[in-house]
């Protein structure tokens, strides 16, 4: 994994003119991969200090020297350790807001992929219900009540609320900051987005196809193309790296998955030849954004929704 995105990387540094290149490594937080034009690599683990609030890089070696599992367990040892050693202030008096930017919130950045998401969702609507409450005045009718009061909220979004809230506390149990969990008794509800199933006849697919060709964009055009024909998720298609098709198979290796594990994708014909077409010689991957050649397409919901 770490040669493969290193020989990607030295690759475009020595096609530009940059000194040096530092990307994210693949499903492994606050870890990034810096590579100079000389193909020396190091690794190193980023982290916001709890208690300066400040930007911290450790570094953690040349990964080229060493195990893939090695190097797995050195970030997580130091994650731990980082952890451990953050100062946390078990004071009666803390409210949710402080609990939350001050111990929650390190941990997800150390621990979940989807941090930014639950960074987003506290801001949004628990901070304003319940951010100034003791975290020892925190009850499960209050949790409730704030779950209910979300009405603009369709279930399956209130269930995200619902599993913050409830890995949230419970953390806070486990750091002693509360004694009982008051959201556990709070139950998901049932999301009836699954259950919807319609196949588009054929004229709706022929209209669709004229809306692809005339949209402007023919990128977009074969993204919804090729969702259409692997029922792939959208976010896996958008940060699908052309180092990860295999052409000789028809194989793609999906890594940025919802689960978080990695699962191939084996191509039709017909999607084989839609990638294909998409793939350019200098392509990291397969759908890149306009702006930066280097990263991939952003959403692009202004197209979809036309």
Not at 135 to 163: C, E, G, H, W
Not at 182 to 188: H, K, Q, S, T
Request: glycine share 4%; net charge positive.
């Amino acid at each position: 994994m770490f040669q493969n995105q290193h020989n990607i990387m030295l690759r475009e540094l020595l096609q530009g003119k940059a000194k040096q290149l530092e990307r994210r490594v693949d499903h492994i937080s606050n870890l990034y991969m810096l590579v100079f034009r000389t193909g020396e690599v190091r690794l190193s683990l980023k982290y916001i200090c709890p208690k300066t609030k400040k930007r911290v890089r450790i570094g953690m070696g040349n990964p080229l020297l060493q195990p893939y599992y090695q190097v797995l367990t050195a970030v997580d040892e130091m994650k731990q350790k980082l952890m451990n050693d953050a100062p946390i202030i078990k004071d009666k008096a803390q409210t949710v807001t402080q609990y939350f930017e001050q111990k929650y919130m390190p941990w997800a950045c150390a621990n979940k992929a989807s941090h930014r998401d639950d960074k987003s969702r506290f801001k949004a609507r628990i901070k304003a219900a319940i951010g100034e409450t003791k975290m020892t005045n925190v009850t499960t009718d209050m949790l409730q009540s704030f779950i209910d009061a979300q009405v603009d909220l369709k279930p399956a979004s209130k269930n995200r609320y619902i599993a913050l809230l409830k890995k949230a506390l419970s953390l806070a149990v486990d750091w002693k900051y509360i004694e009982k969990n008051p959201a556990e008794p709070i139950r998901l509800l049932r999301e009836n987005n699954c259950g919807q199933r319609r196949i588009l006849s054929k004229a709706e697919l022929v209209k669709l196809g004229n809306a692809l060709d005339a949209c402007g964009n023919p990128s977009i055009a074969v993204l919804v193309r090729l969702l259409m024909a692997t029922g792939a998720r959208l976010k896996e298609l958008m940060t699908l790296k052309v180092a990860d098709i295999d052409f000789e198979q028809r194989l793609v290796k999906l890594t940025r998955t919802k689960s978080g594990k990695v699962r191939f994708l084996a191509l039709s014909d017909y999607a084989f030849a839609l990638v294909c077409k998409q793939v350019t010689d200098q392509s990291v991957y397969l759908f890149p954004s306009k702006r930066n050649p280097n990263a991939p397409m952003v959403n692009p919901y202004k197209t979809l929704d036309r």
